[in-house]
C-alpha cells in the first residue's frame, strides 16, 4: 500500500485536519519535476549588482510552495499535539483533585462495583494518549516519506538530510510526555485505593520468585506502561531530579582481559557472577508479588577507551567523561527491556493482569537476556569466543554492525593492565 493511502486508512475522523497533506505534498514534487523539465524554474545567479535591475518573476516557485505547504504542515502538527496535551494535563489534573477528596471506604467500597465514571475516564485519556502517539509517528514517518520522495524526483535539489535535523528539532518530536503518565498512573493509584510504593522487609518471605525479560518495541513502550499503571503505580524517587516516569540508571560492569566473567555466565557455568557497581537511586517496588522494570534508551560503553590510557592506568574505575566516544566504543540497543518478577506462593498463579500483558503479542521473552553479556559481544567482538543466541535476530543486528570495527580498523586490543570494564546507561521505569 502506498503511504498516501495507508495515512487515509489511518486518520482518525475527528482529527482529519490535522494531519499532513501528503497528496498535496506530493503534487507540488510533481509540479517541481515539471518546472524543471520545462525550464519554468527561476534560474538565479550566484553574484548581483546593484546597478543591474534583476527580472521580477513575482510568481512563487512550485519548490517554494513545496517548502512553505511542508513548514506550515510541521506546526501545524506541533500545535495540534500540543493542544491535546495540554487538555490531558488539565483533565488529569481535574480528576486528580477530585480522587483526593474521597474516603478511603469510598475507594474500598468502589472496588467491589463496577468502574467508576472516574476509572473510566481515567482509561479514556490513557487512551486518547496512545491515539495522539499513533497520530504523531504517522505524521513524522509521512514527512520522511515525502522528503525522501522530493529528493529520489529532484536530485538536483536535495533537500532531506537538512531538513530531517529540522525536524528532529520540533517539539512534538522532541517532547517528554512522560509526566502524562504520571499523572494517570498517581490517579488510577487513588482511585484504587492505593498508595506509591513502600518498602516492606517481610513482602518476599516463603514466596519463590522468578525473573523474566522481554524486548519491547519501541512502538510499542506506551502500551505498555499504559496496561502496566492501570494495576501497579509507577515508582519515582526524586519528582524534583526526574519529572516524568524515567530516572537515569549507570551501571559498571567489571571483567578480566581473558573475558572470564562473560564467558563463565555464557556457558551457565556453575558460580557464575558478574561485578557490577550501579549507580542509581534506590528502586522500591509497590507489591512484592509483582515488580516491573522497564529499561529505555539504553546504551553500551566501553569504559576503557580504544586510544588512550585505560581506567586503571589512570587512577579511576570510570571512563574519563572528557574524552570523545567514537562509533565502535558505543553500541546502543533497539529495544526496551521489560523485567517481569513474580514472588509467587507454590501453586499460586500470576495475577490476570500480567498473563494478559504477556499475551498481549508486545512482548518478546528473551531467556537470560543479559545487558553484561550483549555489550560484551558487541563492543569486544575480537575477544569473544562465543557469543549470546539473540545476536542472531534481524532486529538487532543493525544496532551491533553500527559499532563493529572495519576491516580496516580491525578489533581493539585490550589492555595491558588486564582489566576490562564496559559500562550501560538506560532510562529506567520501576512499577
Not at 504520571?182 to 493509584?189: I, P, Q
Amino acid at each position: 500500500m502506498k503511504y498516501g493511502k495507508y495515512i487515509e486508512s489511518k486518520v482518525k475522523p475527528e482529527w482529519k485536519d490535522y494531519y499532513i497533506d501528503y497528496k498535496g505534498l506530493k503534487d507540488l514534487i510533481k509540479a517541481c519535476q515539471k518546472e524543471a523539465e520545462t525550464g519554468e524554474a527561476s534560474f538565479s545567479p550566484r553574484t548581483t549588482s546593484l546597478t543591474v535591475q534583476r527580472y521580477n518573476n513575482t510568481k512563487d516557485s512550485s519548490q517554494e510552495l513545496f517548502f512553505r505547504r511542508l513548514e506550515r504542515d510541521v506546526e501545524k502538527v506541533n500545535k495540534f499535539t500540543n493542544k491535546l496535551v495540554e487538555e490531558m494535563r488539565a483533565s488529569l489534573k481535574s480528576l486528580n483533585s477530585k480522587a483526593e477528596k474521597e474516603t478511603d471506604q469510598d475507594k474500598k467500597d468502589d472496588l467491589l462495583k463496577p468502574p467508576p465514571p472516574d476509572m473510566q475516564e481515567a482509561q479514556r485519556i490513557g487512551d486518547d494518549f496512545l491515539g495522539l502517539e499513533k497520530y504523531v509517528n504517522i505524521n513524522y514517518l509521512g514527512f520522511h516519506k515525502i522528503l525522501k520522495k522530493h529528493d529520489k524526483c529532484l536530485p538536483h535539489a536535495p533537500c532531506r538530510q537538512f531538513y530531517v535535523a529540522h525536524l528532529h528539532q520540533q517539539p512534538w518530536v522532541q517532547g517528554n510526555y512522560s509526566d502524562l503518565l504520571v499523572s494517570l498512573s498517581n490517579l488510577y493509584s487513588k482511585l484504587r485505593g492505593d498508595s506509591s510504593g513502600e518498602k516492606n522487609e517481610d513482602a518476599a518471605q516463603g514466596f519463590v520468585r522468578s525473573t523474566t525479560k522481554y524486548w519491547v518495541r519501541n512502538e510499542d513502550v506506551s502500551t505498555v506502561k499504559h496496561h502496566v499503571l492501570q494495576h501497579l503505580p509507577v515508582f519515582q524517587f526524586d519528582k524534583n531530579i526526574f519529572s516524568g516516569d524515567a530516572q537515569l540508571i549507570n551501571s559498571v560492569y567489571m571483567d578480566n582481559s581473558n573475558l572470564e566473567l562473560y564467558h563463565g555466565r555464557l556457558d551457565k557455568k556453575p558460580g557464575a557472577i558478574a561485578l557490577r557497581i550501579r549507580i542509581l537511586m534506590s528502586l522500591i517496588p509497590f507489591d512484592a508479588t509483582v515488580r516491573i522494570s522497564l529499561d529505555t534508551n539504553l546504551c553500551m560503553i566501553k569504559e576503557n577507551p580504544e586510544d588512550g590510557p585505560s581506567c586503571a592506568a589512570t587512577g579511576r574505575w570510570y571512563r574519563d567523561p572528557s574524552l570523545p566516544v567514537t562509533r565502535t566504543e558505543i553500541t546502543r540497543f533497539p529495544h526496551a527491556v521489560l523485567e517481569v518478577k513474580l514472588s509467587l506462593q507454590e501453586g499460586q498463579t500470576a495475577p490476570a493482569w500480567v498473563q494478559e500483558l504477556l499475551d498481549s503479542g508486545y512482548l518478546t521473552e528473551v531467556h537470560k537476556f543479559s545487558k553484561f553479556i550483549h555489550g560484551s559481544a558487541t563492543l569486544f567482538p575480537g575477544d569473544v569466543r562465543a557469543v549470546p543466541y539473540w545476536v542472531d535476530d534481524e532486529s538487532v543486528r543493525a544496532s551491533m554492525l553500527a559499532s563493529a570495527p572495519s576491516p580496516l580498523e580491525g578489533g581493539s586490543p585490550l589492555p595491558e593492565d588486564g582489566s576490562v570494564a564496559g559500562g550501560s546507561a538506560v532510562q529506567g521505569q520501576s512499577f
